[in-house]
């Protein structure tokens, strides 16, 4: 009941929150879409989640997304790579977010820290309004500037919070949101909606978090609810995947929403009828996974959103069983579960029964995605490399041999360069970077030549 209670909040915090922010549209087959911004894209998944949906729910519109992110960054180094990691890559459309580092990560004395923090995100903002009017020179391009996910202040982990670091952060969401306003950009907060779910869960469990123990990156269920507030800007929410109603008393199909129904024959014991759905079910990764091995998985996000009710529904009603005998649901002559009659007239999400051959199909299509995700991660780590250390060493894309033992020694002193050279020693090879960039334009084609629904024959049986 209390779950309920705050998910209505977070609904009403929405429909209010909805007003002031800017129309995002949605993505339209052929878009090419760039996602900017530092570690939180760099390792993370929501923008792999995005485009996921866009796979099962849209099998027929065909969109590329790009991962720019590079982890560390504030806005100066992504006005400095903007050109070579976005406009070079031709989208239609580019996301950006920053904020998070711009902010800095020192404890500041109580007194002081307003003012100290107001100096960072002035330096941030000066840097941003040159990466604005860069954009407006791209009309062309769809911009949507996204308030970065929150810097978690609130829990009772150990890790000593930088209090005053999120309320900083809140004023870049607002000059973004502002920007956004004056240039009819599309605008998406993380920020608020993401602190909102996080007090909510630690009201019972002070050591609740979306964020690992740094305070900073999102787990995998919060990379998820990254997603789900993209989504629901862009107007989604409630696009079923498919809604059935047959009334088994006359055979009658009283409902057929994103589906088409044929050949429907009914006896004493017997519906049988073929369905042909026009999107397939999201499928979600139960899981701990990606960047870090954080512990948390994507479908733990689903006791923290209603992902279900507003993306997930493929909905089966069947009216006019006898309510307390047993019926068997087959698909393609195959077992999927058994209910009784009043709970086939309440309805069957078929989206939540992962035996489906429509939920196996939609799995091997997130295992596909999985996978370029991780290719695409290998060559995350390379440009991690050039822009973090070998640029501020005027090494840009020096990939000699002697850069490779000036590596070597740096890593001796810097963990994070330690654990992605062996990455680096593979990629600074053009050949292989190129066989990389094969492997995931493959592992796309097969993803799209595999996401198209398929007809379907449903049987349900009365089993006593």
């Not at 129309?23 to 485009?51: A, L």
């Not at 920053?98 to 002081?112: E, H, I, R, S, V």
């Not at 107001?118 to 954009?135: D, E, Y």
Request: net charge positive.
């Amino acid at each position: 009941m209390l779950k309920k209670i705050y998910f209505s909040l977070f609904f009403l915090f929405l429909f209010f929150d909805s007003y002031s922010q800017s129309k995002v549209q949605p993505f339209v087959n052929g878009d090419r879409v760039v996602f900017m911004g530092n570690s939180i894209t760099d390792g993370g998944h929501y923008h792999s989640y995005i485009w996921l949906y866009y796979m099962t729910h849209f099998p027929n519109i065909r969109i590329q997304c790009f991962n720019a992110g590079i982890g560390g960054d504030v806005s100066k180094q992504m006005l400095e790579r903007i050109d070579n990691e976005v406009f070079a890559k031709n989208p239609t459309v580019m996301t950006l977010t920053f904020g998070m580092n711009d902010t800095g990560y020192q404890l500041f004395p109580a007194t002081k820290a307003d003012s100290l923090y107001q100096l960072k995100v002035n330096t941030s903002l000066t840097n941003f309004n040159q990466i604005v009017a860069l954009l407006q020179q791209h009309p062309g391009i769809k911009k949507i500037l996204i308030g970065s996910s929150p810097y978690d202040e609130t829990s009772k982990i150990k890790t000593t919070a930088l209090l005053g670091k999120n309320k900083a952060m809140l004023l870049i969401v607002d000059a973004e949101k502002s920007t956004a306003k004056n240039n009819n950009w599309g605008f998406v907060d993380f920020n608020g909606p993401m602190t909102i779910i996080n007090k909510r869960e630690q009201r019972p469990d002070s050591l609740f978090t979306m964020q690992r123990p740094d305070r900073i990156h999102p787990t995998n269920d919060g990379q998820m609810v990254m997603a789900y507030l993209f989504l629901n800007a862009q107007g989604l929410a409630g696009s079923k995947v498919a809604d059935i109603s047959i009334n088994a008393q006359n055979g009658k199909v009283e409902k057929q929403g994103n589906c088409k129904l044929t050949g429907v024959y009914i006896n004493n014991s017997n519906l049988q009828f073929n369905y042909f759905a026009n999107s397939l079910p999201y499928p979600i990764d139960t899981i701990p996974s990606g960047f870090g091995r954080p512990q948390r998985a994507q479908s733990q996000a689903l006791n923290l959103i209603p992902f279900t009710e507003d993306y997930n529904r493929e909905l089966l009603q069947i009216k006019g069983l006898k309510k307390t005998d047993n019926y068997t649901l087959k698909i393609d002559n195959k077992i999927v579960g058994q209910w009784d009659g009043s709970a086939f007239e309440k309805g069957i999400n078929l989206a939540l029964i992962t035996a489906t051959p429509q939920y196996q199909q939609a799995l091997a299509i997130m295992h596909l995605n999985e996978e370029r995700w991780e290719i695409e991660r290998r060559l995350r780590e390379y440009y991690w490399i050039q822009y973090s250390i070998l640029k501020p060493k005027g090494l840009l894309f020096n990939d000699s041999e002697a850069t490779m033992d000036l590596l070597q020694n740096y890593a001796k002193k810097d963990f994070f360069v330690a654990a992605t050279i062996p990455t680096y020693q593979k990629a600074r090879f053009k050949s292989v970077r190129d066989a990389w960039q094969k492997e995931m334009d493959l592992l796309t084609d097969q993803i799209y030549l595999i996401n198209k629904p398929v007809e379907h024959h449903f049987e349900i049986i009365r089993s006593n």
